[in-house]
């Protein structure tokens, strides 16, 4: 209710971090929406500004900015390869996650 996002396996420093600012390592913006991979190993956030990290634990492995839109969901492809975001414009975008190019939208 208050912005903040909980997840697990979050390591208890990163989850400290997310629990007193409503942020993530990376972020400016409140983070909208997080998943982890398959493998639970990684993280992948979005905030409303169209920034998408992807974490190991708490390190920034990568991250791309997407065309600024008011995201509010994210979900990844079962193989991790593709992030799907989903848009308070009523649209979804699938970027790939190596590049953070777009690869489709409807």
Same mark, same amino acid.
């Given at each position: ?24 390592a990376?972020? @400016? ?17 979005? &905030?409303?500004?169209g ?8 390190? $920034? ?17 079962? &193989? &991790?390869? $593709?992030?799907?975001l989903?848009c308070? @414009? ?10 953070? @190019? ?5």
């Amino acid at each position: 209710p208050n912005g903040v996002v909980f997840i697990d396996p979050v390591p208890p420093a990163a989850r400290r971090e997310v629990r007193a600012t409503g942020r993530w390592a990376g972020h @400016k913006w409140i983070v909208s929406d997080v998943a982890l991979t398959a493998d639970g190993k990684r993280a992948v956030s979005v &905030d409303g500004h169209g920034l998408v990290i992807v974490y190991d634990g708490a390190k $920034v492995l990568k991250s791309f900015t997407t065309e600024a839109e008011a995201f509010t969901a994210l979900a990844l492809s079962p &193989d &991790d390869k $593709v992030v799907a975001l989903g848009c308070a @414009k009523n649209a979804l975008k699938w970027y790939d996650l190596d590049s953070g @190019k777009e690869v489709g939208s409807i």
